[in-house]
Structure formats: C-alpha cells, structure tokens
C-alpha cells in the first residue's frame, strides 16, 4: 500500500499541501522526509510518538525520513500551543538534551548506512550571518501573514517576544536547507506546525525554485479532551530513566474504550484488519484488547523484555488472563497464563521501624504516591477504593505493618482496580 494511504488510513492526517500530488510522489519512489523535534527536555514524551510513527511507516515503506533535532531553534523556542515564553536554556542544557534525545530516536529509525538521517540544525543554523539572513531570507516573509498564523496570532493577546517572531523564518530556512541538501521534499510535523510548515514551502520555492510539499498530523487529545500523556504524577517520557515500563505500560491499559481503536492504529504496527475487530469486542475481549495496545506500544518503546515483563507484574497484580487466540494474531502478546513476577512492578521501600509501629493506612496511601494528598487518601478509603493484600481497608487510621506481610516480605497496595504499589521492608 502507497505510504500516505497507510498513514491515512491510520488516522495520521490532518492536512497536505498538495495530497493528490503527495500521495502520487510516495507511490511512485522514494522520498526524503524530515520532522523536527524540539530538544526543551532531556526526554522526548508520548505526544512525540505521532511524528516518530510516522518516520517509522515512512522508514518501513522504503522512504528515507531525516530526524531533525533543533539544537538551533531550540534557543529560541517554538511559540506554538504555548501561551507564554518558553524559559530560555542555555546552550550546554540544549546540547545534552539533543544527545539524549538522537539515542531516544534510534529506537525506532534506522540510522545505519543508507538509513534514516539525524541531524542537529544547529549546524547550519548557529553560523547564520544575522544581516545576510535578514536580506536573503528575511525579505521574503510578510508580516501581515505571519501575524494570521495561528501560532502567533493566539500569542499576541498575552505578549509575542521578537525572537519568538523569528522562529517561522528559522525553521523555513530549515525545509529550504534540507530540500537542497538532501533533496528533502517532504515536511511532516503535527497540525500546530501547518503555518511553519507552508512558510518552508514557500521559501524553498522562493530561493531555490524547488517544489515541496507538507503533511500535518491531529493533536492527538484523549476522549474525554485531556491531552495525550498527561497523569497524575506528571508527563509520561519515553525515557525508562524517568518513566519506568511498568508504568508506561499502564498508561496504555488504561486506555479508555473510545480510545481503542484509534491508539492501536496509531500508536502499533498491528494490521488494520485485526484492529476493525476492536468493534466488535465487549467486557473482558475488550479489557484484552487493551493488554495488547499496551504490551505492543511497550515494545516498540522499551523492548519485547521490558514489555513481557510489564505485562507479567500486572497479571500477578490484577489477575488479568491472557488475550485468547483468536484475537490480534500479529501481536506477540503472551498467549498462555504465566506464573507471576512482579519485579517490574513500582516498589516502595520503608523503615522495618516503621512496620513494627504500624503506619495508618491513610498516611500509606498518600506517601506511597497512590494518592495525591491525605484527605484524598481518607476519601479512598471511605468510598471503599483502598485495598492492602486485595482485602479492602476498613478504616482510615487502620494500622498497616509488620504482620502484612506476605512470604516474600512484601505488602500489596492498590487504588482501585487499576493502580498499586509493592511495599517492603528494609533492614533498619
């Protein structure tokens, strides 16, 4: 299948420049494409894994994508979705993040020999001559349009900085270089970026009379509108360091039902035809359904290890049964019951001390992290959503210690049905 119909079909675009012209291009040989990403955090999070899926099916489909890490741009900051100015990083901050960042990426492209490409704009950008750029690059923008993008345009309410102002000629100037460098033709980004996007085109044409051409993707929100990878305990990363599997694997069974099909076509390789399934499916197929979303985008992000052992601690936690085999038979999903291991499971180390005295269950709950507060934690118990060991607790100062532990020296708590933490004990 042509690329643009695979990423069409998965729910990918939201608007092309040309789509008639593009779709013809990607069936007809292979294509140059690049996406930037911004270098502000040590780690890329989930809300990166639209444009890294689509390198990827481009990668896949026999086209070359080039990862573009903005070690340039990212001194100034993008202003789009951002309702004030990004901190300024210095330029050490910026360089260990876009080392990070290249690692992250090599994940999922291949950048050996003829592969995907990364590069760092910084290259081409920090050597910029500023009254050479003004008079080549700069004359060709007007500022009435500039002004009309939506990235700009909803900043003026609260305050536009001038080098914020500068950051659509900087990544224009990034499509123009790419096109004649590396004979780049396509530029993907998400739907926040179709102003930037339609900028390069133009300069490109302007200044090197090539043709060019866009593609932007929909800002994936969840359906009940939160925005992709939010949680309680804050952004969830790519990196393991600062997200562990376990828990990434749980954002990702924890998928609401209206969210199903759309994250398993975006967010896995998994044939269509297995997920028009998800349609069809009720109750515990359902909950399986989720298993597979979950254990598939763990692989992909961490490894097949990381994902089977994610998805062994949530079968000891939760009792969970294994996707039966008629469903997704692409998937490498564990098919067959597997003895429990929750050594992947988040742990929470306290005082032997501590045990003996007995620690009141509403104080666990909140220091633990199950809970955002004590009182939340009060109100858990109360409504009856707290459990040590799988019994419900009574009370909220109900004293939790010594003798709840289990044979291997440890103590299950749970939120609800879906969130728990492995208590132990140490030594002193």
Same mark, same amino acid.
């Given at each position: +299948? ?14 092309? /420049? ?112 500023? =009254?050479?750029? *003004? ?22 309410? %609260?305050? *536009? ?16 270089? *790419? ?6 033709? *396509? ?20 200044? @090197?009379? #090539?043709?060019?051409?866009?593609? !932007? ?5 969840? /359906?009940?509108?939160? #925005? +992709? ?5 804050? %952004? ?53 359904? #989720? ?53 992947? @499971?988040? !742990?929470? %180390?306290? #005082? ?20 955002? /507060? ?20 009574? %009370? ?5 210690? =010594? ?26």
């Amino acid at each position: +299948m042509n690329v643009y119909d695979t990423l069409e079909q998965r729910g990918f675009i939201e608007q092309a /420049s040309d789509e008639a012209f593009t779709r013809e291009l990607l069936g007809r040989e292979s294509v140059t494409c690049y996406i930037g990403f911004d270098p502000t955090a040590a780690s890329l999070h989930i809300g990166s894994l639209v444009p890294i899926m689509a390198l990827v099916h481009m990668q896949r489909a026999g086209h070359r994508p080039i990862a573009l890490v903005g070690g340039g741009t990212g001194l100034i900051g993008d202003p789009s979705g951002k309702s004030e100015l990004r901190r300024v990083m210095t330029r050490d901050e910026i360089e260990a993040n876009v080392g990070a960042i290249g690692k992250q990426l090599a994940r999922y492209l291949d950048f050996g020999g003829d592969g995907a490409i990364l590069l760092n704009n910084a290259d081409w950008l920090a050597d910029l001559k500023y =009254i050479e750029f *003004l008079r080549d690059v700069g004359r060709h923008f007007s500022v009435n349009r500039m002004l009309a993008a939506e990235s700009y345009r909803m900043r003026l309410e %609260t305050g *536009l900085t001038f080098v914020e102002f500068n950051y659509m000629l900087l990544q224009s100037y990034d499509f123009y270089y *790419l096109a004649s460098h590396h004979d780049c033709l *396509l530029q993907m980004g998400g739907n926040d970026q179709w102003g930037n996007i339609v900028a390069g085109i133009d300069l490109t044409r302007r200044l @090197a009379g #090539k043709q060019v051409f866009g593609v !932007t993707f929909p800002l994936i929100t969840t /359906s009940q509108g939160r #925005k +992709m990878g939010k949680t309680e305990k804050g %952004t969830l990363w790519i990196d393991g360091s600062l997200t562990p599997p376990y828990e990434y694997y749980q954002y990702w069974v924890n998928t609401a039902d209206a969210d199903l099909e759309r994250f398993l076509s975006l967010f896995t390789f998994l044939p269509m035809e297995e997920i028009a399934a998800v349609g069809t499916l009720a109750d515990a197929e359902l909950n399986m359904a #989720k298993s597979v979303l979950a254990f598939e985008a763990t692989k992909i992000t961490h490894g097949e290890e990381a994902a089977r052992a994610a998805w062994k601690a949530a079968a000891a936690a939760f009792g969970s049964r294994p996707v039966a085999d008629g469903l997704f038979p692409s998937s490498t999903i564990p098919r067959e019951k597997e003895g429990g291991d929750l050594s992947a @499971a988040p !742990t929470v %180390t306290v #005082k032997k001390s501590s045990l003996e005295e007995g620690i009141p269950a509403f104080e666990l709950f909140a220091d633990t992290g199950l809970c955002a /507060s004590r009182g939340e934690a009060r109100r858990l118990i109360a409504q009856g959503g707290a459990y040590v060991n799988g019994e419900p607790v009574a %009370t909220i100062d109900v004293r939790i210690g =010594i003798n709840h532990l289990d044979a291997a020296g440890e103590i299950r708590l749970r939120k609800g049905k879906k969130k728990y933490v492995i208590l132990r004990s140490a030594s002193s």
